[in-house]
DNA sequence: TGGAGATTAGGACGTTTGTCCTAAATTAGT
DNA sequence: ACTAATTTAGGACAAACGTCCTAATCTCCA
């Protein structure tokens, strides 16, 4: 069995409390206690909260393109493949109504802190735009492709705001559809 | 000349501080120190960092009613009263830009530490939700009238987040256009 | 004018924070 | 089996945190 390693275990547990909890919230402490692990043998992996932090984004980042590629696998058609996208608001709905998005909220927080990692973290929401953007452009929509990938991920990013808020489970499936419908209403082929 | 209390001047600054820093990473010697006060003099009016967010919270609660109040007695017709929200998105576009949405980010942060005051801090949206809603319904949405207001919201909640994390100003003045076009396109009177 | 109450000043407390250090234990290669 | 490198343990540090305290000052009404 691949043992996982102890810098990856630290990696995929500071992922989980810098969304549940915040990454300034989240203390050292917390992510060793979390582990069972002292201190100094955190240390030995990270020496700074930003060194966590980056390789948590890069952590993000590789899981995120391993999904869009995935999604390219076992989705031909592009409106199925952001179909899958708008999927991610009702298969994680229970997380988003008490935590919000990961990217959003992430992006936010570094934004308020002026972190420095505040670029790196966009980076997550551009590897989406991006994809989204590629998908439109294969369903004809042209010049408009980025425009149309923006306002996707925008919609999502405001069902996951409202959703976590209100806690409101109907209204996750209600905007969800909601998409959909709207990707039907497209004028699509051409500029 | 009405001289601003001392405790108003702390509201004030700890409501821009939380919006623009974060509640977490604001400290009282943070808003102490932008005001000049000593520590002393700010717990006589403050005694715990909620007993501070409270207040802020009560202040944005009352500045939100009042402005919502005056849309009312500016704008006679629904339509044009839905516009002014959706113009705050455009007058307030640097400070979005550079800090998100301030009722969506703090929101957020709350239900991330588990704060006894997300529920208060959701009162804001609620405000807006409430109101939108009574507009919708002035308008002939009838049943559907909440539905819509939820969406307007969720609406700039999401434009606020992506502008934020792109600082794109064309990208808010493209969907606050689109929530203008969404809004003629709307089937209206009735259920 | 005097005295009560509100306001301000600033020191002090115990914790927790991020960071750093040394030393022991484990692992890996020869 | 011996060495070298990696990994783990846990103590120590200054700084900052929220909170509390007492003493001085100001304000205002009797």
Known sequence: MPKVSTRNRIIQKADTLFYEVGFEATSFADIAAALGLSRGNFYHHFRTKDEILDAVIAY????????????ED??????????CFVRILIVNRDKIMAFGCP??????ELAKLNHAAH???T??????RDWLTSQFRALGA?????????????WSQGVASIAAAFRDDAFIHREAAGI???LDTLKLQGD
Chains 1, 2 share one sequence.
């Open 142 to 154: 042209g010049k408009q492709a980025e425009a149309h990938a923006l306002h996707v991920l925008s």
């Open 60 to 71: 993000r980042l590789d899981k995120t393109w391993a999904m869009l590629s995935a999604w």
């Open 119 to 121: 670029g790196r973290a």
């Open 74 to 83: 076992t989705s031909p058609a592009p409106r199925n493949r952001i179909l």
């Open 180 to 182: 959909a419908d709207w």
């Open 103 to 108: 990217v959003g909220t992430l992006s936010a």
């Open 123 to 128: 980076e997550i929401f551009a590897l989406f």
